[in-house]
């Protein structure tokens, strides 16, 4: 697979229903590693990358499986922000 760009991408996840977001944090950490997150746009959940984790060519890779209908299921990521909060507030 050659290089592909990042509007080309997000262009194309948004015709399959997906939004591809990028890390804004410039800091990488355990729930943050800097790159790609996959987001189903109609149910606004994490399909893949949801530590940032994902480079382009593995967002690539996850939008063609989708468009070939290899009726790969995603399930919504185990961690999310409010769980981490809440962790936050459990140890005070």
């Known amino acids: 697979m050659g290089h592909i760009s990042e509007s080309t991408l997000r262009s194309k996840a948004q015709r399959l ?3 591809v977001m990028k890390s804004r944090d410039r800091r990488t950490h355990a729930n943050n590693s800097g790159g790609f997150m996959l987001v189903n746009a109609s149910q606004n959940f994490v399909v893949a990358g949801e530590r940032y984790d994902l480079t382009l060519g ?3 890779r996850h939008l063609t499986e989708i468009e070939g209908g290899s009726r790969v299921t995603f399930k919504p990521a185990p ?6 909060a809440l962790d936050v507030l459990r140890k005070r």
Do not use: E, F, L, N
Not at 79 to 84: D, E, I, K
């Open 17 to 19: 229903g997906y939004r």
């Open 58 to 60: 593995d967002v690539a």
């Open 79 to 84: 961690w999310s922000a409010t769980a981490a």
